[in-house]
């Protein structure tokens, strides 16, 4: 959750934009038998050949091919990644295209904040669709609240940051992670974790990157303020993993609290949105 990095029951439902249902594209949940919806698999296509990409707002950059930590080396080459009707290029490594070409249900990489950074994404999370337009899609709505895009010099995209007010402690900023998809809050501090479960904490070993780390997780039930919208259940976690993206956190959102309701970002418009 590193660079790269690495919900929620409303308090307020309001009309969301809707997109046409031709621009609906049908994502995929998955995760252990314990946790189906810890990650978002998007049926993507790269230099022609359909695969799967993780959806990861946690995640700075456009697209990061899959295995790219073994093949730094290795020859790549510019290609067209394609998802939910939106492209961009990318440079690929020549064996993960090879890998590719003869499997088509392969996963080839993870999406991250530049991939959509230009437009609106939508999440319907009920019916595990997604859709994407060119639009700022919020810019005129007076019900969506802001978020914070950091960016910083040298970086590839951003990341997305919301104010989050836990008990006993000022606002802060807590950043939105759909690769963590499976928790509602994340504190990045040991002592937060502690003082805001109150149910018996176990643990997990969760997957990053390519890393197994270490994680404890307890039920969510202290209410947390997330932007405008009341975080009250799903899953409360703390993973003993560093997550620095230049600027100071409380920890992470993810999706696990925001149930069946869907999401909206209008990247232009720094808004989003959560409705029925």
Known sequence: ???????????????????????????????PHAFPHAAVLLPARVDG???????????????????RADATDTPAREVTVSVA?????????????VALSSDGHRRAGTVGNGFFENGTLTLDL???????????????????????????????????????????????????????????FAPLRQSLYEALRSAESRPLTA??????IGCDISPLTTPLRVS?????SGVLGHCRKAVDIGVPIAGIVGLGGFADRTITIDYPSRKWKVTR
Not at 136 to 158: C, F, K, M, Q
């Open 1 to 31: 959750m590193a660079r790269r990095v690495a919900g929620l029951l409303c308090a307020a439902l309001l009309t969301a934009p809707v997109a046409r249902a031709a621009d609906w594209v049908a994502f995929r949940w998955t995760g």
């Open 49 to 67: 050949m359909d695969c799967y990409v993780q959806l990861d707002t946690g995640a700075n950059g456009r697209f990061i091919p899959a295995g």
């Open 85 to 97: 009707g939106h492209s961009v290029k990318a440079s690929v490594p020549q064996v993960l295209l």
């Open 126 to 184: 009920r019916h595990a669709r997604v859709s994407y337009s060119d639009d700022a899609l919020l810019r005129d709505d007076s019900d969506a609240a802001p978020i914070t895009y950091v960016r910083h010099e040298g970086w590839e995209g951003g990341h997305i940051t919301v104010p989050i007010t836990l008990p006993g402690e000022p606002q802060q900023q807590a950043l939105f992670d759909t690769g963590a998809a499976l928790f509602t």
């Open 207 to 212: 997957s990053s990157w390519g890393e197994d």
């Open 228 to 232: 405008q919208y009341t975080l009250d």
